[in-house]
T-cell receptor, first 113, second 113 residues
Framework: ETGVTQSPTHLIKTRGQQVTLRCSSQ?????VSWYQQALGQGPQFIFQ???????GRGNFPPRFSGLQFPNYSSELNVNALELDDSALYLC????????????FGEGSWLTVV | GQNIDQPTEMTATEGAIVQINCTYQ??????LFWYQQHAGEAPTFLSY????GLEEKGRFSSFLSRSKGYSYLLLKELQMKDSASYLC??????????????FGTGTRLQVTL
């Protein structure tokens, strides 16, 4: 148990639809990062949120967006879903300036058909 | 750019010792993580190295050489439940004090009788 919770755990969407994934960070952690993990690959950094603002972004198009709320929880939104967006989406919470405390939630499995 | 290499697959016998190597080329190095990931599950934290040397934690040990861009994860007294993917991830300074993880593709370890 890492204290990082994600929802939903599994979902199926149709190409072109929009999806929102949610993450509650571990107590005391003020930074949330999102990763995409395709089958057989390592996780890829999407973006990070700190103090309710995007704090760095990986090589993902603008249709991937996010939010962080005052309680440090976060959302990942993906618009205009494509088949290649099918993946495990992982949320990681951490504390700014504390490099060794990065814990992952259980992930949200997204299938786009 | 960032580059992390680890073997794709390894096989070892129950009770044996196995070493999984990871080499990296990155800028803004802020530590190296090892995660274990069972099929269909999220990564779970195993170890963190930021200084050179060996960190031991029960049956698992991790080594780092920053000058060589090299790390290894050592698993002793292998058990069947150790069959999983092992992810090497380098923590890189993102912006300010924020860090992001760059992952290798993972090493799939199969433990046999």
């Amino acid at each position: 148990e890492t204290g990082v919770t994600q929802s939903p755990t599994h979902l199926i969407k149709t190409r072109g639809q929009q999806v929102t994934l949610r993450c509650s960070s571990q107590s005391g952690h003020n930074t949330v990062s999102w990763y995409q993990q395709a089958l057989g690959q390592g996780p890829q950094f999407i973006f990070q949120y700190y103090r309710e603002e995007e704090n760095g972004r990986g090589n993902f198009p603008p249709r991937f967006s996010g939010l962080q709320f005052p309680n440090y929880s976060s959302e990942l939104n993906v618009n205009a879903l494509e088949l290649d967006d099918s993946a495990l989406y992982l949320c990681a919470s951490s504390l700014q300036g504390s490099g060794n405390t990065i814990y992952f939630g259980e992930g949200s499995w997204l299938t786009v058909v | 750019g960032q580059n992390i290499d680890q073997p794709t697959e390894m096989t070892a016998t129950e009770g044996a010792i196995v070493q999984i190597n990871c080499t990296y080329q990155t800028s803004g190095f802020n530590g190296l993580f090892w995660y274990q990931q069972h099929a269909g599950e999220a990564p779970t934290f195993l170890s963190y190295n930021v200084l050179d040397g060996l960190e031991e934690k029960g049956r698992f040990s991790s080594f780092l050489s920053r000058s060589k861009g090299y790390s290894y994860l050592l698993l002793k007294e292998l058990q069947m439940k150790d069959s999983a993917s092992y992810l090497c991830a380098v923590s890189i300074i993102n912006t300010g004090t924020a860090s992001k993880l760059t992952f290798g593709t993972g090493t799939r370890l199969q433990v046999t009788l």
